[in-house]
């Protein structure tokens, strides 16, 4: 059987105006029926649906309470329709409402999404994988890489539930901004190796394509709770690493490190703090990309040269009056 | 060829008397080449010997130059020899050197053992293993232990560098501690699993087995230093869960979450804190037989009331005189 | 003069229905004078009243200005009247109002209770003194608690103001869960006392009779605000412990010391740290019974195997989902 | 029997000089048998005596074995001998040992003394208690300084083992110091109760009486060690202020409030912090005081205008050089 | 041209009546446009206007939008109208709007004063500078306070944000305040020079007139945000100090250190703690006198002999109840 | 007269060779006086003369007392003499001793010296300068390193005591490190300011110039150990920027925040925290180059792949066996 493929391209709800029918998948945040005034005629449905875009009240009529017996809330369906307007507002009329596989979401249409180019950070991704020499960091990045789960995960995971680049692709994003850090600090430092930097940058959070979940809300798995991305990633690496034959066991204990150390000191969760000349770097810049991150957000809304208050570093940010150093 | 077997029942070096005759494993600490007053005659070997009861000098007079080839500094030898007494002191001369595989070595005989009955304290082992009814669980005990290297490992590793039980079979007299510790702490918690309990007691520093090398003295593998026994050990649970046909995710999730959060706080190294009950507990039972080691071990030296002052702990503890409280 | 006693057995407001006359205790929150629409009136009374099963509306009408005169905010009162219902609520018409002594008073019936049975802990407490060997020790705890009042603020006192067992008994069942997990404790501790651990056990925390104040709400004394439960404890049992004859000094200290050490750290208002086997078994037996009542609750409300945040822990845990480690 | 009472003025160990006959008591800090080359001869025994003043070597020929038996170490004993000289050291010639108790020793011979007037601190005391007009508190410490043991101990303790004011009469110099500076400050707090704060500078530290103890060495008794001076003086004080008739509970409780909080902070083992004006009070006079003693003796030892490096206060103090601000 | 001034004695918005003109400066907090209900009239203003008394309304009617032209929220105008009466509240009816120059502005009219006698306090001040001996110091504050610009924000400024004499004339208070206490705790410190104490008292929170700006409300300046007033008041005294002729460079040293110490710690911005006696003094007078600043205000609000809770020391402070020691 | 000037090349006292006459400056560490065997010949002098190359023993017989009048401990003079041997020794015999003025003391022959070519660093120094754009920015630093006495001691100071860089250039070897890294982190930060990443950069630590000394040892200045180079800095800098004319004040206070804010966290000294983008840049610059220097420093001296224990960083640092990874 041919599965469902909605319509493309999709109409975001912040689009969407009287008249137009959609077919597609949405969010059904709340549902619920509505007695009809007349009790003989039973009752009606209300939800709210939602898109990365926005939300939308909508009704069903005659079929409301058929659809109750399939909905579900905090779930993607798959949802037909028309648009109406009811006192000035646009409200969805559903047709039809279908259950739908996981495989088949487009996640990304229910959450904010990375504002950089994804299809350019993905090749960026592999440049800096085949500019690696060390023949086994080489293989393992590439295998990883390979495969369709692992690489989607990667590249649609956020860096973080809340603190930073908390979107789709900012998990992506966000080892980038840490490789191109990471290997701008090791100009200085000849001492550094540039493949296992490479390596530390691109996996140190790799153990966040578990611990976050990421469809209709971020949020931490269960995974995520107990165990946390960092023994997540090592775990995951663990067995990869296995798998390339003939991978040195010394270059897996330091792989491992990087990622064990990669937050820097014992309270911040790191099992480890950095002992080699690659981590203390690595933590570094994982520390400077997620600092700048959060500052660069802020002075976006800076007002009389003052950002608001930022909690996560507790204090405001000065970025000075225009041309007040001149 | 015949693998060498030196003689036993051994003669510790503290019961060697002069004009016995040796053949055994001892660790070379020292050796050098001491010329002769009589230059044309060369150089003869002193070296130190040790074995767990103590050390003591040797010398070879006319094959010195020969063997110092063979030796080298902190690895086992086996040595044939005569005990002779110099100035009232006993003495070795050394008739034979031959170098040794590692796996013909009772390292035992270099290190400080337990007090307690080892091979009782394994049956203990196997018995609380066997009372295990969740079948994922004893299933993995049951392999695990049944792989030779491990359970060898297991019985004879330290529980520590230096802080507690830190001598042969210290890891598992600790971990058979910590079991009986939380059973009878879960007595009164009917919420907690006594499997998973079990399973968490036994486990929880199983990464001691790679973190500690315990040859000819007690230190960190280079492995123990850049990863750290939480997560060596999570890293082999977790391959080894894997082996075990249809072990669920979820119970794999909750022991990585046991070894994960043993140690209770983020700046005891532990990457997540207690989140189930029956983390709380092996917690809890973790410290507490920890303390009452130290602690009890101090008491043995106690003076006047007093123990000596325990710097881990930052304090001296009081035992009372005799009938003080009657 | 004949006291007052309300009739019994007491109709709890979450019962009372229409038309049932009462004569009883009530805490009386507020209440106020309100003006007739008819000036020439005069005003009418209206109150809420509460017992522990919840609270009412009451009204007065011709008395109201008069009854006025007597009641106090948060004070109990013995209140005669009858239930109305006005609205489809149940209200109350107050008949009569009478000023209490506090002795008459049955405070329990405005506060929580603990779940447990409390005369079958009452018993397990004297069992455990009964089981004391030590003759001073023995004797103590056999004359405190023959004392009519210490032993009945004793088994009434709540254990906290709201952190654990926040309810009337909550001292007692406490102590109790206390002694128990440090005996289970003491079992692999030779050295321990279990004399000293049972009078530990069961006094720790005996100065939260005058710590806290719990009649018509768990609050702090001024007593309690200024010396704490640690010294106005200490305290107490320094005058009984004068009163038993011959008791050792040295006997007087220890437990003082258990006292005084309960809580483990300095920061924790602990004065002294545990510097004796009992007083670390002691601290354990005390944290550990008191994570433990808060995880118990909040396991109570878990929610897709997680409980809500317990501020206290700062951390929600997790309790899995039905069958996940079969 | 006539008590024994040795020669006085006391002839100081640092002043004896050749020739001088004594007979006083002294520490026997160590002493042994010596055996006389001439075997048959039996044994001498040499012994070192010490005072506040100094150390001597002593021996005795005849009778040293008879001696032996009956000294001790680090006890105080009459000794009766003749200085003579011995390569140019004066050394002791022991004639007679006698055993003395304890009552009749005058222990201000055997540590270091405040460089103060102690009779005139004395009076200072008794005229603070004099100026309160509160008849409580007046009554409290006139009869509490009227027991001839408290006060003896009260102006014989040091007031530390070693931070400051560590010698005899420390504890009076010590307090006086604060209830000056306690009273300076409260010029400018009309709020405070100068009755209570001159009872809590006289009597916050007045546990140390039997926290320290001070014969021949300072250091901690067992009830110091174990139950700390705030509890102990808590514990004295409520004792005494029971006997005083009338005595107002709250006036109790404030008192033992100011001894529970002078040191300010949970983790200077302050079970409760400074919650009455006094008590702010009392805290800053003691540190001040406490301070100021160290950095002053820092002072006199200051080179090239700093002082040594202060361990307890972790820095060097300036004290400029002469003339450099003008 | 005559620069503006409005009558004198001001009348305070508290005390205005309807009927009564004004003509004087207030602070305009808000103001609006509102459309008449007749569109072809346009709009009227609505403001908000305040002095340190309180808010009141304000409208204008035919010459509203001219006057909006020229209002600015925040900003103090020359307002010149008469107060009316609408339903019940009096309400002010604008006439006329006039900017004003900061410098004409009494800034005190619209915030809090000093409860203290001002003029009495910088005569205080003015005696304090007299007493000094040391020519340079004496030169340093005479010059300063000389200076009608310093004077004046001296005398001015609030003592903080906030925390305490966070009022017009708080920061001169304070400064005595602590000055008294300061030469209160020398007393017993023959050590201690007075002229440099009398100079760090005042000058210690000096930078605070250019931390903190106290116009219509009390805020941090851009520049004290970005130094603190540790580093502009030593800035500003470097130079002032370089200004008196031959200020030896040693008296400069020690005068900057108490400035940048007198916080105590480094977690309270002091970029170096107290290594002078003088400092030590002056931090300890500093805290004490904040401290009790804040407690004495709580003391103001207490009910049943508690005060609320005060944030900034983290507990109540008890006061007792009337009589209670008696 | 003319300047002494000692010959040149220098001699350096690890080169010199029995035979050889000196003449130059040498730090006098100890000297003393020794009496000859033959009384009435008086005594011989002994001294211990060092550069940065070593030390060596020096004696003077015939004019030793004369001598004895002119030298001073720890400081330097000009010496002639002659070295000879003696039990295979060299030592020195001095013939004569002439003080020195400081100006005319080439301070970097005492001690060590940064492996980096000075001069080239320099000359980076003064591109680096030449590459700003901001013209008031340019101007002071133009101006400041203009200035003889600054620039001397800028690129003479060492960058600490001992943590890092602690010899001659070291501050500005450091600085320059700090600038380079600064600017690299600022590549990824569009944000940022590159002349006031310059400035500050450069500037951060110019404080040291008079924080340390550093003649015949590095040490801390009075000023150094009363104000800190953070303090000493930001005066140097107010005042030189008070020299441009026009000098913008947001301009300054920008440059002031960077050197207040540059040790990050207020328990490192600094009085404020990274508040501008550029000084958040600059404290990452600054951490990053001093650790890795020690790292960098500690790899020097590795063994069996790991450093020595890095007290500062509380750590040892892996660096791996030859070919690991491969």
């Known amino acids: 059987m041919q599965p469902i493929k909605p319509q493309k391209p999709r109409i975001w709800l912040k689009d969407l105006k009287?008249?137009?029918?959609?077919?597609?998948?949405?969010?059904?945040?709340r549902f619920s029926l509505m007695p009809y005034r007349d009790p003989s005629k039973g009752h009606y449905l209300t939800a709210v649906l939602e898109d990365r875009t926005g939300k939308m009240e909508a009704r069903a009529w005659d079929r409301g309470e058929q659809f109750a017996q399939v909905l579900k809330e905090e779930t993607v369906f798959r949802i037909r329709?028309?648009?109406?307007?009811?006192?000035?507002?646009?409200?969805?009329?559903?047709h039809a409402v279908e259950p739908v596989h996981p495989q088949d979401v487009d996640w990304e249409a229910f959450l904010p999404v990375t504002p950089m180019?994804?299809?350019a950070l993905e090749q960026e991704l592999d440049q800096a994988v085949s500019r690696?020499?060390?023949p086994y960091i080489r293989t393992l990045l590439t295998t990883l890489f390979a495969d369709g789960q692992i690489r989607r995960a990667y590249v649609t995971a956020p860096a973080a539930m809340s603190h930073h680049q908390a979107y789709i692709g900012g998990l992506l994003e966000h080892s980038l901004g840490v490789l191109k850090t990471a290997l701008h600090l090791a100009d200085n430092v000849p001492e550094a190796n540039r493949d296992l930097l490479t390596a530390g940058a691109i996996l140190h959070d790799i153990g966040k394509i578990a611990?976050?979940?990421y469809d209709t809300v971020i949020g931490y798995t269960t995974e995520g709770n107990?165990?946390?991305h960092i023994v997540i990633g090592i775990n995951l690496l663990d067995r990869w690493m296995e798998e390339v034959e003939g991978f040195p066991k010394a270059l897996?204990?330091?792989?491992?490190?990087?990622?064990?150390s990669h937050h820097g000191e014992y309270e911040w969760q790191s099992p480890k703090r950095p002992q080699m000349v690659e981590a203390v770097i690595l933590h570094y810049a994982d520390r400077f990309d997620a600092d700048m991150f959060k500052i660069r957000q802020a002075l976006a809304e800076a007002k009389d040269g003052w950002t608001p208050y930022l909690k996560s570093l507790e204090r405001r940010f000065y970025i000075g009056e225009g041309g007040d150093e001149r």
Chains 1, 2, 3, 4, 5, 6 share one sequence.
């Open 81 to 94: 329709g028309q648009a109406t307007e009811y006192q000035g507002v646009v409200q969805l009329h559903i």
């Open 226 to 228: 107990l165990l946390g």
């Open 117 to 119: 180019d994804r299809s």
């Open 132 to 134: 690696i020499e060390n």
């Open 18 to 29: 009287a008249g137009q029918g959609i077919d597609d998948f949405f969010v059904v945040r």
């Open 211 to 213: 611990e976050l979940q």
């Open 252 to 260: 897996r204990i330091k792989i491992e490190h990087l990622i064990a």
